[in-house]
T-cell receptor, first 115, second 112 residues
Framework: NAGVTQTPKFRVLKTGQSMTLLCAQD?????MYWYRQDPGMGLRLIHY???????AKGEVPDGYNVSRLKKQNFLLGLESAAPSQTSVYFC??????????????FGNGTRLTVT | AQSVTQLGSHVSVSEGALVLLRCNYS??????LFWYVQYPNQGLQLLLK??????LVKGINGFEAEFKKSETSFHLTKPSAHMSDAAEYFC??????????FGTGTSLTVIP
């Protein structure tokens, strides 16, 4: 019962490099989210998706792009990494089943360092 | 507008003592409220949720929370702290569209 799986777990990038973070969920959830977690700031929403083929901006979308070509996958891309993007990134998913009372299910995170 | 405020970024309690973590929310619609726990180097796990059924909600690991509309609060409690409760705790509110707003977290230390 995998739930939400994020790859990779760790990554170090140099400024200007690009990378893609992969999130996969096996719960058939409609909603998927990307958050970043920084000390003292809680979780901030980067982008989210309400279904296959849809994406929307969250609170801190600049410098990131996302795609959801398949319902179970949600990709987060950094085209030109900056030190300010050093953070822990979490993917989450939720279902439509309980309306907006459906809880989020989280992956274990990706720790990204940009030097 | 929706927001969540967690009072106290760090809370220390002795093992066996009462745990009280505070959460106040602001919501323009009837809120659904959640508490999540995060252990080191892990993702967030759901502790409990309030979805308008009962104001006192029981969760996992002996935690419970009470929804008080008049105080716009959803404080998390546990009668007796255990060493394994040491973690970061997040309060969150969700609104239509499955949008979630998180507090900045409270780090709980349990002193033996």
């Amino acid at each position: 019962n995998a739930g939400v799986t994020q790859t990779p777990k760790f990554r170090v990038l140099k400024t200007g490099q690009s990378m893609t973070l992969l999130c996969a969920q096996d719960m058939n959830h409609e909603y998927m989210y990307w958050y970043r977690q920084d000390p003292g700031m809680g979780l901030r929403l980067i982008h989210y998706s309400v279904g296959e083929g849809t994406t929307a901006k969250g609170e801190v979308p600049d410098g990131y792009n996302v795609s959801r070509l398949k319902k179970q996958n949600f990709l987060l891309g950094l085209e030109s990494a900056a030190p300010s993007q050093t953070s822990v990134y979490f993917c989450a998913s939720s279902s439509l089943g309980q309306g907006y009372g459906s809880p989020l299910h989280f992956g274990n995170g990706t720790r990204l360092t940009v030097t | 507008a929706q927001s969540v405020t967690q009072l106290g970024s760090h809370v220390s309690v002795s093992e066996g003592a009462l745990v009280l973590l505070r959460c106040n929310y602001s919501s323009s619609v009837p809120p659904y409220l959640f508490w999540y726990v995060q252990y080191p180097n892990q993702g967030l796990q759901l502790l409990l949720k309030y979805t308008s059924a009962a104001t006192l909600v029981k969760g996992i690991n002996g935690f419970e929370a009470e929804f008080k509309k008049s105080e716009t609060s959803f404080h998390l409690t546990k009668p007796s702290a255990h060493m394994s409760d040491a973690a970061e705790y997040f309060c969150a509110v969700s609104v239509p569209g499955n949008q979630f707003y998180f507090g900045t977290g409270t780090s709980l230390t349990v002193i033996p």
